[in-house]
């Protein structure tokens, strides 16, 4: 074997070695879910009618004329005292969601809600750069933060205010529930996805005693817990996670509600889909080279440690995938040449099988605690597999930019105001990002189709179902984004 060759092989098998270290982990989370699954939080003391303390709920959004009215009726609909309860609303849109904003806030005023509009025209800090004006001028010691595509429950305070009542709790948050989960296929396996971090994630590190996060809305701050973390920062396009890791860092602790969810809008087009995760896959990476030094040089116990070094590395496993993936022809047609394909095909089976089993695990696991028909879902779960694979280039790509400190904007997710499997996307004005990725995507698609006809020319028939995943994923993901151009084009 010349010198090339065994290097392309070594670097195979390494990262072959790496997505087992991933898959495993995947295996530890689920395992702490279970071994800590009822040590449900408790609040310490429940507030009186009389001590409720005051909160301020910021709703922080950039045009989104098809939900920002929705949103503002929900939160009006919240149970709380009046003279204790204000209602910033943090709108730095361009277009006509101004207006319709200005629209509802005056009629809650009349109504008696005390409820301010307040309009940004220079977007500085994105998102992170408007709650942190908002924080400025907020009456209430507590924030509530909701995005404009969530749809609060009326009890949302009575379910999360009187854990502060320990005063070393920073933040609540509550688990994120589907609005439109039956919508398309799309949403379906999104949603399988999503509940993997709600559902086992985010209580498996809480309740263990490892950081959590909080998830960007649908949850509570103490204001004294952002100021003791430095405030909100837009260094980078996860300020939550950031400011999450900051606060638990300067000691004030989390709480995980999974018993408690607040439905949401998930995308239902897939290039917005691909925006959403290119996001939070740069701003992950961000965070890691911004916080992952400090974790590691203060007096922390090793379990938090590593636990957020998995949470911070974990997308890396996406180029990871794009470089296995690229290596598996001349590694294939390198073991036929030296005769290795019994022995060396078996260990990727073998490969395969604990990722594949460990990834199936996690997301059934989530289901049947989510109270979904798992049996049912079962039918999505190859699906789910391929789209993770199909994203690879999205996601690697969002890794590659935040470790050579590429600087891009908040790109917020487009949302339509759709509930249940009712909704019309067709003519609605915002799209998702384009670009020449769906090609790349294709390309991939093709290149698995030449691998898949290398696997039967040289018999290695345990290898075709895992090859026709890989060809799937590419092809889904591609041939979804340039489809919908194609339908935007024509609309």
């Not at 270290?21 to 071994?35: E, P, Q, S, T």
Request: glycine share 8%; aromatic share 14%.
């Amino acid at each position: 074997m010349t010198t090339f060759q065994t290097i392309i092989m070594a670097v195979y098998f390494s990262l072959m070695g790496l997505f087992c270290v991933y898959g495993l982990h995947k295996f530890y989370l689920l395992y702490l879910f279970f071994r800590y699954r009822r040590r449900v939080p408790v609040p310490k003391a429940p507030y009186t009618e009389e001590t409720l303390p005051h909160v301020t709920i910021q709703l922080p959004f950039y045009n989104e004329m098809y939900v920002v009215e929705r949103l503002i009726d929900a939160v009006c609909e919240i149970r709380y005292p009046r003279d204790r309860f204000e209602i910033q609303v943090l709108d730095d849109s361009t277009d006509e969601t101004r207006e319709i904003t200005a629209k509802k806030v005056a009629e809650k005023k009349a109504l008696g809600f005390d409820i301010s509009h307040v309009h940004r025209v220079d977007r500085v800090g994105f998102k992170a750069g408007a709650l942190a004006a908002g924080m400025e001028v907020a009456k209430g010691e507590f924030l509530a933060v909701f995005d404009a595509d969530f749809i609060p429950d009326p009890a949302f305070l009575e379910q999360t205010i009187h854990y502060f009542s320990d005063d070393g709790v920073g933040m609540v948050q509550e688990r994120w529930d589907h609005l439109n989960r039956r919508f398309n296929f799309l949403t379906n396996v999104q949603s399988i996805y999503l509940d993997g971090h709600f559902i086992i994630e985010s209580p498996s590190r809480c309740r263990s005693g490892r950081f959590v996060n909080f998830n960007g809305t649908a949850g509570i701050w103490r204001k004294q817990a952002i100021i003791d973390a430095g405030g909100w920062q837009h260094d980078t396009l996860t300020e939550d996670l950031d400011l999450s890791y900051r606060s638990q860092l300067a000691g004030w602790k989390f709480v995980y509600l999974l018993e408690e969810g607040t439905p949401a809008e998930v995308p239902v087009e897939m290039n917005a889909f691909k925006t959403q995760q290119h996001r939070w896959a740069k701003g992950t990476i961000q965070c890691m080279r911004k916080l992952l030094p400090r974790i590691w040089k203060q007096k922390l116990p090793l379990k938090v440690k590593l636990e957020a070094s998995f949470h911070l590395t974990n997308n890396f496993a996406y180029l990871f995938m794009v470089l296995l993936l690229t290596l598996m022809l001349p590694a294939l047609l390198i073991r036929q040449q030296h005769s290795l394909g019994a022995g060396v095909g078996t260990f990727d089976f073998l490969v395969f099988i604990l990722v594949t089993v460990s990834f199936f695990s996690f997301y059934i696991g989530s289901q049947m605690d989510g109270g979904r028909n798992w049996k049912d879902t079962l039918r999505y779960l190859p699906f789910l597999t391929a789209m993770g694979i199909g994203l690879s280039v999205n996601n690697s790509r969002a890794v590659l930019e935040a470790l050579f400190g590429d600087e891009s904007p908040f790109v917020r997710t487009p949302k339509y105001g759709i509930k249940g499997t009712e909704g019309d996307t067709s003519k609605k004005k915002y799209r998702g990002l384009r670009s020449l990725q769906p090609f790349v995507e294709l390309a991939l698609a093709a290149y698995f189709g030449v691998i898949l006809f290398a696997a039967i020319h040289y018999g290695l028939w345990m290898g075709i179902p895992f090859t026709l995943l890989f060809l799937a994923g590419f092809l889904y993901i591609g041939i979804s984004s340039l489809l919908e151009r194609r339908s935007e084009a024509a609309g």
